[in-house]
């Protein structure tokens, strides 16, 4: 009996060991690879990159900024006779905030945010045509458009560090899109991991589902994070 108390007591001692003994920190600066798929009319899927930082200036409030761009592009050709028209078409869409929010402790490992942020969505689009006649450039024409709108986030999220190395997070968040859709709201749930490898260097996951452009879509990320 003595013995198993023993064990029991080294292995509650070895858990408690790898506990941490501080809450997540909002000082850190990452870029990450992003992928993001929709469904619906509009359906697609695609991958991008994004950076984002965060300062926590003092135990309760942290300013954050955050940006995304997902691009694509196609090209095709068309013979008529002894002349080809080649085209290239290419899309892109930024995502971007900037704001601020509060920190609530819920423990010495886990703390809660309440976030608001002023963002945009940038779409553009630019097109390339060329003329051939004979294999001889003949005429070449550049065209490019763009359109900006505006928005409002509020985002709550809850953090814990499970252990020194491991961080899991759980976040929700509903946001206001000024732009000429039907439905303007934009709202998702996610879930995110972090793995520290040192006290300073990590790897940041994150997995979110919810309504953007009035379309059902999933955005996955993964990024190097540095914490100062």
């Not at 002023?118 to 045509?129: C, E, H």
């Not at 809850?158 to 859709?181: M, P």
Request: glycine share 8%; proline share 1%; with cysteine.
């Amino acid at each position: 009996m003595l013995f198993k108390k023993s064990v029991l007591a080294l292995a509650l001692l070895g858990c408690a060991a790898v506990q941490a003994d501080t809450a997540p920190s909002y000082r850190y600066v990452q870029g990450s690879v992003e992928h993001i798929s929709q469904s619906g009319d509009e359906s697609f899927s695609d991958t991008g990159f994004g950076a984002k930082a965060a300062w926590q200036f003092n135990n309760n409030w942290f300013i954050a900024t955050e940006w995304q761009r997902f691009t694509d592009s196609e090209s095709y050709a068309e013979v008529y006779n002894n002349a080809r028209l080649e085209v290239t078409e290419s899309l892109s869409f930024d995502r971007y905030y900037v704001g601020g929010g509060y920190i609530m402790p819920i423990n010495d490992q886990t703390n809660l945010s309440i976030a608001g942020y002023f963002g945009g969505y940038r779409l553009g689009a630019k097109s390339t045509f060329r003329v051939f006649v004979d294999n001889q450039l003949s005429e070449s024409e550049r065209y490019s458009e763009s359109s900006t709108e505006n928005s409002l986030k509020a985002e709550v999220k809850l953090r814990s560090n499970i252990t020194t190395s491991l961080e899991l997070s759980g976040s929700a968040y509903y946001e206001y899109l000024n732009a000429d859709l039907d439905n303007k709201s934009q709202y998702g749930l996610g879930v995110g991991a972090q793995y520290n490898f040192t006290p300073r260097f990590a790897l940041a996951t994150d997995l979110s589902f919810g309504k953007l452009l009035d379309e059902s879509t999933t955005q996955f990320s993964v990024g190097a994070r540095y914490h100062f």
